[in-house]
């Protein structure tokens, strides 16, 4: 999965889709849920050096449009200043640590998770937003 975000800015707010895979009971799954702790990493793929370690995270289901449609999660991380103030390329994962069995969830699984920090080619000075083209 591949995530863009520009440099210094703290939206969009990363989330990814957790997947049925066959291999986990997500009604299982949602009863575990009330009793874990999520967490995010990101390090650089150049260098290996981490940029995010095990920062809190957050787990979300998706409002049900039907009945019937199956639950189906997500876990987020919100960014802030520091997380996405050099450009480059990521590679990201989140950890959901179940306490009730001692156990972790390692996401994603099938496929590895890149957050790409791009240079904005529009720059304000400290942060304040540029003035209205037409007063």
């Known amino acids: 999965m591949e995530f863009f975000i520009r ?4 939206e969009p707010i990363l989330k990814m889709q957790l ?5 986990h009971d ?16 990101m390090r650089d793929v150049e260098n290996g050096i981490f940029k995010v370690v095990n920062k809190s ?3 979300v289901s998706k409002i049900k449009t039907s009945p019937n449609a199956p639950t189906e999660y997500y876990v987020y991380y919100k960014w802030i200043k520091k997380d996405v103030n050099r450009v480059g390329r990521y590679e990201g994962q989140f950890v ?8 972790e969830l390692i996401a994603p699984i099938r496929e590895d998770l890149f957050i790409n920090i ?3 080619f529009v720059k304000s000075p ?3 937003s540029p003035p209205p083209l037409f007063p």
């Open 126 to 128: 400290c942060g304040i």
């Open 26 to 41: 997500f009604q299982n799954f949602h009863n575990k849920l009330a009793n874990t702790s999520i967490y995010f990493s």
């Open 57 to 59: 995270a957050g787990i």
């Open 7 to 10: 440099k210094d800015s703290i």
């Open 118 to 120: 791009t240079d904005s």
């Open 96 to 103: 959901i640590y179940f306490h009730d069995d001692n156990t």
């Open 19 to 23: 997947v049925l895979d066959g291999r």
